[in-house]
């Protein structure tokens, strides 16, 4: 079992930035993709990023939505089990509950990321962008 735990929401203005951060446990695969979802209520839950993880090291792709090209960032930070979402030029249209999710059959080496990929989900943190 993966657990998943977000941190890092909070209020900003629009064009601040915002840094999340979601510390996993170990995931024991060795093809695998970590990411973020976003939901706002009454709407769907939203793919933000992905980051996929090969079998071999050098391998690593990145995935994200159109809304966010440009101004988030995904990474990882493999000797702390954490992923990030750097998150700049907000818009009040980025406010919502962020989730962190693991897809532990790499399927967003596809180029895509849906709700239905994952496997395990975070308990989400808020992100409220004021304009």
């Known amino acids: 079992q993966v657990q998943l735990v977000e941190s890092g929401g909070d209020s900003a203005q629009a064009g601040g930035s915002l840094r999340l951060s979601c510390a996993a446990s170990?995931?024991?695969?060795?093809?695998?993709?970590l990411g973020w979802f976003r939901q706002v209520p009454g709407k769907e839950r939203e793919g933000v990023a992905a980051i996929y993880h090969g079998d071999r090291v050098t391998y690593v792709k990145e995935w994200y939505a159109d809304s966010v090209k440009g101004r988030f960032t995904i990474s990882q930070d493999n000797d702390k089990n954490t992923l990030y979402l750097q998150m700049n030029s907000l818009k009040p249209e980025d406010t919502a509950m962020y989730y962190c999710?693991?897809?532990?059959?790499?399927?967003?080496?596809?180029?895509?990321?849906?709700?239905?990929?994952?496997?395990?989900w975070g308990q989400g943190t808020q992100v409220t962008v004021s304009s």
């Open positions: 170990r995931v024991p695969y060795d093809d695998y993709c």
């Open positions: 999710a693991a897809d532990l059959r790499a399927r967003c080496r596809g180029g895509s990321w849906i709700g239905t990929y994952a496997d395990y």
